[in-house]
């Protein structure tokens, strides 16, 4: 529990150091405008309007709670990601029955950098982690104890993933097929009671995330609409987001876009941006080019993700062999939020891989788990490992910070790689910059 | 977990679903404001006479209306590119200054184009039903099957922009909703109809209002004096004194404005 407490505190400083120092990114703006348009208006957009809408009303309490600073516009996330943390390892115990695995998987958790890339950022992808973890989490604690209450959090914490982006609906269905099978278990032959209690788990697996779902249109129902007409809002949102393939061309080598590459090629989530604030507030100049630009990459961890496929066989042997539940219930987890990605015609970009990252990542704490167990050393094996994670992990984390066109050897190779097209859209001189429209968000007073 | 204890949290968790449902319903549908209603034909509903599609949304936001469909009735429908309304946000330091968009538009952005757009994002109107000459409804359906959601069909054309809902149709396949609209009149219409059809049209449609916009166009493309006579000519038939001068108020109900329950 202390080493648990320990890496999850680590994990907090890898999301929050020098957040505040990081540029504000389009999205990290567009967010927070996003967030005001539809809580005082009902308005879905300017940012992604075609996904549901928590993350809207979770980053305008944040503003409302502390300012437009940093922790405003950044502050969910980073509390869920690094919420992430401490939830991996307590899933990964009880899935996987082990503590050394469920610290491995922590571990791994706490430094990637696509983990940290999206615990840094305000737009709402690491939701996609946190939500479904921590319903399973909850799933779990109903499971050890009988309480219904457990169940019922499950399902809100299931509803809330859904209100985030979809995608949570694939370990929600897998959650709840696992509750059929257990119920078939226990109730061979009383039919009456396994009736009973399919129509239980189904009130509070399915109708309750479907309720919360729901109400986080609320602001959307204040325009007017009625609930005929919120179907068809469905269908326009699913619509653009089963076709989407970016709101903007993309001004760089836009490659990692397919899902199936991620776990058998090194792939990068590439997310550059220009912000012309000067460091020292100073407005008589612009900054140069290079200090203006931000790129921001989410590398995968080599060591980590590469080894997630053969983790996932082994895992599945493992299932077949001991007739594991666990086994099972991680491997569908895995390949059920994994392969509709795989086979989705459109463009996947590396983001989405946060609602399979945790699962992943609990494969090959689990694999590495397995094979270190085969040397007469095995503490060793892990430690080794996890230390060349580490070494790997610490340029990456400098790439997914923004640091990268810091570093003297790489600032050309990125300049080059993804900016090339921003220098042509460079400014010539400072414009006004904040209209004066401010909204009810009380007066920023930034968080130091 | 004995039996009956799971059946009464089914219970509970399906009146709480319904409770729910019937709630978010009754929500959407309170928070619409409209006034007086009637045929368009009615005394005791809004008339008025603009100049521009400007002074039409100053009215309605005033008025106080609130989650409306509205009936737009011109030559063509005027597209634009909302996203290049809001500025680039190239300076963007901590702690942010953030803004409403829906204000912002309102107050730096309204035009005869942008006006029902400003309308929907300042929540005065949800869903917008063109009545467009047939040719302008052929064009717009060829541009609808090039967007994601769409449904064309004999009666007009549907698509939504970023989830809301627009439909073109033509003044003949025009037929009444279940709710009352508020109806804008633009004079571009005329070009190439009569006054006395549209009449004839929206009266067969049994639509219902409670707020008429007479809106001359002034300086829109092709309004010429011919428009404007035909525009004061179908302000005869609804039973209003017709003046192309400055906006004027033809008659205004004196009742207030009410929000709107059910049975809107």
Redesign the interface.
Known sequence: MWALAFITLWALFLNGFQL?RQ????D??YV??SA??YM???????TM??HPCLRNILVYYA?HMF????L??KGVSLLLGTLCTPLIGLVARRILKDDCIALIAAFLWACDALVIDFSRQGINDIYLSFFPLIAIYLFYRHRES?R?LWLLGSGICFGLGLASKWSAVFPLIVTFALLLVTINKETKDAI??RI??Y??VT??LL??P??VY??T??PW??????????P??Q???F??TS?HVGYHPKKWDDKDNRAYKWFVAPSVFVDPF????TAD?DPRSLPSFDKSVTVVLGYANPLVWLLVLPAIIVLLRRGFRERDEGAWYLTGLFLASYLPLVASPRPIWMNTALSVLPYAIMAVAFFVWTIAGRFKRNNVVIASYLVLVLIVASPLYLLAIGKGTRIPVLNNYLVEQYLVQFKKEM?SE????????????PA???NK | ?T?R???I??II??L??AG??VG??R???I??VTGPVGTILAQNIIKKRVESPRDAYKIWKEAGY???TVVFVADRWESFDP?EL??A????????????????LE??HLDGVTFLYVAS???VI??IVAILPESEVNRLGALARKT??FRVSDKGVFV?R??F?RWYTTGANFSNGAEPVLLYVGASYFRNTEPEELYRQLSASGQMTDCIILCNETGKEGVTEKEITRLNRFATLIGVVPSSADSKQMRTSETPLQSAGPAV
Not at chain 2, 89 to 104: D, G, H, I, S, V
């Open positions: 505040s540029p504000v990114s389009e990290d703006y927070a405008l005001i348009n005082e208006s009902g308005q879905l957009g300017p309007w075609n503003l300012g437009t600073g940093v405003g516009v009988g219904q009456r009671a009973v209690r129509c239980h009130a509070l109708m309750v479907a309720l729901l109400l249109f609320i129902f204040g325009r007017g609409y009625s609930l005929s007409e919120w068809a809002l269908r326009s949102m619509l653009e076709q220009m912000n012309m604030d507030g400014p400072r414009t006004p910059s904040a209209p004066g429209h401010v909204s009810a968000v920023p007073h930034e | 977990m039996t204890r799971s059946i949290t089914c968790i399906v709480l679903a729910a449902l978010v319903n929500f959407g549908k928070s619409r609130r989650g409306r996203g809001i500025p946000q190239m300076f963007r330091a901590y702690p942010l200054q953030l803004y409403n968009t829906a204000r912002l107050d730096e994002v300042n929540d949800r869903k994601k959601d939504t970023q989830g809902p």
